[in-house]
């Protein structure tokens, strides 16, 4: 059985560091493509950053400039962080691997920002 599991949220200050994990099992993802999305309240889901196969990656307009995504396929891991917390970033994330038909989600953690 297919797992995701986020990991990493909570409470952040303001310009401080976060850095979530999602964990796959059940199954080999390295083929994977991964994507962080996030929700904040009362908005519609916003793709953060996605990472390919080989560690191609790209990030939408609210990732661009201070999230990092990376992987580790050894692991069927992958990892979002950043150095500069802002208010806005405060939302649930979600973690998504798809592979043409294939398409697993997490059920998000939590991410509040405090001043």
């Known amino acids: 059985q297919v797992r995701i599991v986020e990991s990493g949220g909570g409470s952040v200050q303001t310009g401080g560091s976060l850095r979530l994990s999602c964990i796959a099992s059940?199954?080999?993802?390295?083929?994977?493509?991964v994507r962080w999305y996030r929700q904040a309240p009362e908005k519609a889901r916003e793709e953060v950053a996605l990472i390919g196969e080989r560690g191609g990656t790209y990030y939408g307009d609210s990732g661009k400039g201070r999230f990092v995504i990376s992987r580790d396929n050894a692991k069927n891991a992958v990892y979002l962080q950043t150095d500069s917390v802002q208010p806005e970033d405060a939302a649930v994330y979600y973690c998504?691997?798809?592979?043409?038909?294939?398409?697993?989600w997490g059920r998000g953690i939590q991410v509040s920002v405090s001043s």
């Open positions: 998504n691997f798809a592979s043409g038909p294939l398409d697993y």
């Open positions: 059940g199954g080999n993802f390295s083929s994977f493509l």
